[in-house]
């Protein structure tokens, strides 16, 4: 059983950035696929990047160049860095983990049944 909790998020201007921080108790995020997804009020939630290892990230075409996702293998703490911040980036922030280890397998990979954050919030204003 892994329970992620989110922080980082708040309100900037367009153009700022955030640090969303993920951190992970119950068992350790090493050998697991995690992922950021957001949703907008009135959207369907959409992937942002996914993590696993030492494997290169994969991103959405909004946050390729713009955001960056990191793991802390020994902290258990996944990371997305987001730079040049717009206001269409906002909403709340998810992280979740698989249950199964191994590859990623793209973000229609996670199900409602793997492991999820509570969220949270990001603003950014014009």
């Known amino acids: 059983q892994v329970q992620l909790q989110e922080s980082g998020g708040g309100s900037v201007q367009a153009g700022g950035s955030l640090r969303l921080s993920c951190g992970a108790s119950?068992?350790?995020?090493?050998?697991?696929?995690m992922g950021w997804f957001r949703q907008a009020p009135g959207k369907e939630r959409e992937g942002v990047a996914l993590?696993?290892?030492?494997?290169?990230?994969v991103y959405s075409a909004f946050a390729e160049g713009r955001f960056a996702v990191s793991i802390d293998d020994f902290k258990d703490i996944l990371y997305l860095q987001m730079n040049s911040l717009r206001p269409e980036d906002s909403g709340m922030y998810y992280c979740?983990?698989?249950?199964?280890?191994?590859?990623?397998?793209?973000?229609?990979?996670?199900?409602?049944?793997?492991?999820w954050g509570q969220g949270t919030q990001v603003i950014v204003s014009s």
């Open positions: 119950g068992s350790t995020i090493r050998n697991i696929c």
């Open positions: 979740a983990a698989r249950r199964s280890s191994g590859f990623c397998a793209g973000f229609g990979g996670f199900r409602p049944d793997d492991y």
């Open positions: 993590a696993y290892s030492t494997y290169a990230p």
